[in-house]
């Protein structure tokens, strides 16, 4: 690009007119997942709320204190969870080495995150149209804008003083400009080039994995072994880039969940199968992970049944990197339900515009 680095790219030609598409309602449905998850980590943890906002540090005042310590009256649910993931803490039998255990643990969970995904399955064919929402100023919202960034055509302002804006403003979402080049490459409809998939669906099911693993380990005790159904009404490609946001933070497309359902084998043939016929072609690959290795399957890895918007159908394996004792214990959540929903910019929010 010859234009430096704080350059506005000029203004393109008008932003075509999106066609009418019927819109994908996948807002429906509350996603609680998130909120379970933080609520739950709270109720772990000995402070109340407040005292915890007091920690953010941001306006507590010089030389406050950290909230005293809680009394000892017995283990916490924390020591629990700490004693089920390291061992007995230090002064009881055992516990001499409770913190070279914990540095074994996080070598452990390091090796392993190292350790990839196996792909047992994959389908994908030329993506259709994708639905796209209303098209709106990328910064107001407006309806109907009538430009289109000139360097990725993607995104689209209702003036040159919104595009401007955009492109240079700070704040928790980064604006448009560290996103450009990835909006160009990926196009409109965005397309996801074949050698980018893998990495891309890895890098969502690591993203998931506090959700997945304890879902899928939960699952398995109540209801026998199966795999993780994860089915989104969105594309790889738009699951995959940064979204676009109103300067308060408002997602300006629509939102992207994801469903993850517990499967059974005899699920997937009857049921499953029914309803999704172009699936078939998995089931080699989800009969040999269920049935390949000896009775460990579900134990120390999830099998993840993908099938995604954009046609994308894959089975692919992924170790589980926690303890199973913590995992049980996160997997309470989700007593009784066979399926949860999960809003992709929920749990990848914290990791954008770093
Ligand atoms: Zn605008
Ligand atoms: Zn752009």
Same mark, same amino acid.
């Given at each position: 690009m010859s234009s430096s680095d704080g350059a506005v790219p000029a203004e393109a030609a008008p932003a075509k007119?999106?066609?009418?598409?019927?819109?994908?309602?996948?807002?429906?449905?509350?996603?609680?997942a998130m909120d379970d998850f933080s609520q739950r980590l709270r109720s772990?943890?000995? =402070?109340?709320?407040?005292e915890l906002r007091a920690?953010?540090?941001a306006e507590r005042p010089a030389g406050d204190a950290l909230p005293p310590p809680l009394p000892d009256d017995g283990p916490t649910p924390m020591d629990e969870l700490m004693r089920e993931a390291f061992g007995p803490p230090d002064g009881e039998e055992g516990g001499d080495d409770r913190a070279a255990r914990g540095l074994k643990k996080v070598a452990e969970l390091e090796d392993a995150a190292a350790a990839p995904p196996r792909w047992l399955h994959e389908f994908a064919p030329e993506p259709p149209e994708e639905a796209t929402a209303p098209p709106l100023c990328w910064r107001c919202g407006a309806?109907?804008?009538r430009h289109t960034c000139a360097q990725c055509g993607v995104a689209a302002y *209702?003036?040159?003083? *919104?595009?401007?804006?955009?492109?240079?403003k700070r704040g928790a979402f980064g604006g448009h400009?560290?996103? *450009?080049?990835? =909006?160009k490459r990926l196009g409109r409809p965005p397309r996801v080039p074949g050698e980018d998939r893998r990495p891309l669906l890895e890098r969502l099911l690591a993203q998931l994995r506090l959700y997945m693993w304890p879902f899928a380990v939960r699952q398995i005790e109540e209801r026998g072994r199966g795999f993780v159904f994860l089915q989104s009404e969105v594309s790889l490609a738009t699951l995959g880039l940064p979204a676009p946001r109103s300067p308060c933070g408002r997602l300006l497309e629509h939102r992207r969940s994801l469903i993850?359902?517990?499967?059974?084998?005899?699920?997937f043939d009857g049921e499953i199968c029914d309803a999704f016929p172009g699936l078939g072609g998995a089931r080699p690959a989800l009969a040999a992970a269920l049935e390949g290795d000896g009775g460990r399957a579900g134990a120390g890895e999830a099998i993840v049944l993908v099938r995604l918007a954009c046609g994308l159908v894959a089975v692919?394996?992924?170790p589980i990197l926690l303890d199973p004792g913590v995992l049980r214990r996160m997997g309470e959540e989700y007593a009784g339900k066979d399926c949860i929903q999960i809003d992709v910019d929920e749990v990848a929010g914290t990791e954008q515009g770093g």
């Open positions: 007119p999106e066609k009418e598409s019927p819109g994908v309602d996948v807002a429906t449905g509350v996603d609680k772990l943890s000995p =402070y109340g709320d407040d920690g953010d540090g309806n109907g804008p *209702c003036s040159r003083e *919104c595009q401007k804006a955009d492109w240079g400009k560290p996103a *450009c080049a990835e =909006y993850l359902h517990h499967v059974t084998l005899a699920e692919v394996v992924t």
